[in-house]
């Protein structure tokens, strides 16, 4: 145990309320010095008040800790059992996690933890606000539920910690987001949306096919990841120069000199041209600006349009995206897969 600090601002700030609160509350204690993971250096946290609420303090002095933000973890002991706080982010925490499980006390609590039952609700195309949201007027974590609400490749995902003889509250609390963010909800399980898609086509019997322009055959990629894909998956089309679009997937010529390459109305012919190419039963297409050239005031970098083609009608979307061009591609990716997703669910609806 270490004296309070005099001059606050020798300290630099390391953490945030939530956590602090946390730790407050299950250390029952305002001031620690404990060892950091990554270093032989001495980590000192402090809870305290300010006017921006709770907050965690580390010395400065210490290399960058004083310029810049960087992940700590802590392993507190205190007199009601042992606290550890890890970072969120999977990169923070997969560089902590090795150095964390040497340490005796993050041991010694993993050899008693009993594993709880745990939920999954996974929603695309809402806010992780809005879900938050729809968890608090749904009554919130308590009464042996635990909720965490994390964005995973551009969904959030809501999880539930259900401890024993807490189901029935669990179930309130999942019944109360299926009500009020159910238009968001898509599946309740892991598997990824890739896997989601070739599950769906293989229910109907349709096969799948892709054409992409600025992911480059990224879409394929993910659904060809899938083992057993080749159930339905038959194809991609990669068109990503204009002379492609049209010879390979009969784009019209006209159509590209009066629309452009990145327009609703390629990514409708794309699409078509590769159903009907690869005599797909559904075919999704991807055209747009990545960046960081090729951009103009009317079509800015992140424009992105995709559409989705099936015997029983089609899907569009147009995405404005930030980021740069990898991620650009990446949520272009997603989104194209979940078009596709929604396309094959509503035609399995109508089908009933």
Do not use: N
């Not at 969120?88 to 996690?97: D, I, K, T």
């Amino acid at each position: 145990m270490v004296d309070r600090p005099a001059r606050l601002e020798d300290y630099a700030l390391l953490g945030d309320c939530h956590t602090a609160a946390l730790v407050s509350r299950e250390g029952s204690i305002d001031w620690w010095c404990v060892p950091r993971f990554d270093s032989g250096a001495c980590f000192a946290a402090m809870l305290g008040h300010a006017e921006h609420g709770r907050f965690l303090l580390a010395p400065v002095g210490e290399g960058e800790v004083e310029r810049h933000y960087r992940p700590q973890s802590l392993v507190l002991e205190t007199e009601r059992g042992t606290v550890v706080v890890l970072p969120g982010p999977p990169s923070e925490l997969r560089r902590l996690w090795p150095s964390a499980l040497e340490s005796e006390p993050v041991r010694q609590v993993l050899s008693r933890a009993r594993e709880p039952e745990r939920r999954v609700l996974r929603f695309y195309g809402s806010s992780e606000s809005e879900i938050a949201r729809a968890l608090e007027e749904s009554g919130g974590e308590g009464d042996g539920v635990t909720a965490t609400i994390c964005a995973r490749e551009f969904e959030i995902h809501v999880d539930l910690f259900v401890d024993e003889g807490a189901r029935a509250r669990a179930d309130e609390l999942a019944a109360g987001l299926r009500e009020r963010a159910g238009r968001h909800l898509f599946v309740e399980d892991e598997r990824p949306v890739e896997q989601l898609v070739v599950d769906l086509a293989r229910e109907r019997g349709w096969t799948l096919a892709t054409a992409e322009s600025c992911t480059g055959g990224l879409v394929a990629g993910r659904l060809t990841s899938v083992p057993g894909s080749s159930d339905v998956f038959l194809g991609a089309v990669v068109a990503y120069a204009d002379e492609v679009k049209a010879r390979e997937l009969d784009v019209p010529t006209e159509m590209l000199e009066a629309y452009g390459a990145v327009s609703a109305e390629a990514a409708a012919a794309m699409a078509e041209g590769a159903r009907t190419r690869l005599e797909a039963d559904v075919a999704v297409a991807v055209t747009g600006i990545a960046g960081p050239g090729g951009s103009t005031p009317e079509k800015p970098v992140g424009l992105v349009y995709l559409h989705a083609a099936g015997p029983d009608g089609s899907l569009a979307r147009q995405l404005d995206l930030p980021g740069d061009r990898e991620a650009i591609r990446a949520r272009s990716t997603v989104a194209a897969l979940h078009l596709v997703r929604m396309l094959l669910a509503r035609s399995r609806d109508d089908s009933v």
